[in-house]
């Protein structure tokens, strides 16, 4: 939840046009723990504050953490684009 909050007051402050989103987002040590929907379930963590900014867009670069999981790049870049806001192709 600091985490979630920091995030939201600096997109408040900042007021950005685009975020870049440049990997390692979620880390897969704990994806072998869970069931598969691990990713997306803990990225939605991030994309429910970025959806109450939606005029700001954003891309996703996944990273090597993110790779080790369950989910292949493909999946994760599927799954992020399935966000309106996601400029990810």
Same mark, same amino acid.
């Given at each position: 939840?600091k985490t979630q909050?920091?995030? %939201?007051?600096?997109?408040? +402050?900042?007021? /950005?046009? @685009?975020?870049?989103?440049?990997?390692?987002?979620v880390s897969a040590? @704990?994806?072998? %723990?869970?069931?598969?929907?691990?990713?997306?379930?803990?990225?939605? %963590?991030?994309? +429910?504050?970025? *959806?109450? @900014? /939606?005029?700001? %867009?954003?891309?996703?670069?996944?990273?090597?953490?993110?790779? *080790?999981?369950?989910?292949?790049?493909?999946?994760? *870049?599927?799954?992020?684009?399935?966000? /309106?806001? +996601?400029?990810t192709t």
């Amino acid at each position: 939840m600091k985490t979630q909050r920091m995030i %939201k007051n600096i997109l408040i +402050s900042e007021n /950005p046009d @685009f975020i870049a989103i440049t990997g390692d987002t979620v880390s897969a040590n @704990f994806q072998g %723990k869970a069931n598969d929907n691990w990713w997306p379930t803990c990225y939605e %963590k991030l994309t +429910s504050i970025l *959806e109450l @900014f /939606p005029a700001v %867009k954003w891309g996703l670069i996944a990273g090597n953490t993110d790779l *080790e999981g369950a989910y292949t790049q493909a999946q994760i *870049e599927w799954t992020d684009m399935m966000y /309106p806001q +996601s400029m990810t192709t």
